[in-house]
């Protein structure tokens, strides 16, 4: 069965600094992973697909990585700003889309 | 462009009444269809997926049932809610190598 879990949990951190939220998955037979924002009370907002053959993605200040064999995959979020505090997720695409539990960032100005 | 539709966006209804949840997806074809909920403060729990007209997954057993009458309507059901239900539901579409996309999400409260 497919896990994935998303380490710290929380980050407070002053506006900034570069970030790295980190995502990792016990099954490396994906098809894909994929990072996304959510704010508060909203939907999901997609940020970043990488295809299992890929080994990062960037948009903007935003760059992820992945490693399939090893299970992991990494955001790194240059430069942040107060407007990038929400929740990110990660997600795994097999047959069907499994979502880490996320981490909760707060950038304060 | 591909669009998600996903109604309504607020809804409060009393223990043991019926729920319908409606999800439509626009400019795919046979794309994957998900059912999410989403506790106050935690992640979400994938409740059921659909890979074509008719197949429906479950992934936990609970008090709601899913249904796909068309290729790209997604429809969450229940006979009669339990104050349980309440929480955050989101509609998803895939296709393998194109990613997820979601809907804006119907906040549910059961009163």
């Known amino acids: 069965k497919q896990e994935v879990t998303q380490i710290p949990a929380a980050l407070s951190v002053p506006e900034g600094e570069n970030l790295v939220l980190n995502c990792s998955f016990t099954?490396?037979?994906?098809?894909?992973l994929q990072w996304f924002r959510q704010d508060p009370g909203k939907g999901l907002t997609s940020l970043l697909l990488i295809q299992s053959s890929q080994r990062e993605q960037t948009s903007g200040r935003l760059n992820a990585s992945l490693d399939k064999s090893s299970g992991r995959s990494t955001l790194y979020i240059a430069a942040s700003q107060p407007g990038d505090s929400a929740t990110y997720l990660c997600?795994?695409?097999?047959?069907?889309?499994?979502f880490g539990t996320g981490t909760r960032l707060q950038v304060f100005p | 462009s591909q669009t998600i539709h996903q109604w309504p966006a607020t809804l409060v209804q009393p223990v043991g009444s019926p729920l319908s949840l409606e999800c439509t997806v626009e400019?795919?074809?046979?794309?994957?269809l998900y059912w999410y909920r989403q506790a106050a403060g935690r992640g979400l729990q994938l409740l059921f997926y659909?890979?074509?007209?008719?197949?429906i997954s479950s992934e936990v057993p609970q008090n709601l049932s899913a249904s796909r009458p068309q290729d790209r309507q997604f429809i969450l059901s229940s006979k009669k809610l339990l104050l349980s239900d309440s929480g955050f539901y989101l509609c998803?579409?895939?296709?393998?190598?194109?990613?997820?996309?979601f809907g804006q999400g119907t906040r549910l409260t059961v009163v």
């Open positions: 998803a579409w895939s296709v393998l190598v194109g990613g997820a996309f």
């Open positions: 099954d490396s037979a994906i098809y894909n």
């Open positions: 400019g795919t074809s046979n794309p994957n």
């Open positions: 659909s890979v074509g007209i008719g197949q």
């Open positions: 997600a795994v695409n097999t047959d069907k889309l499994i």
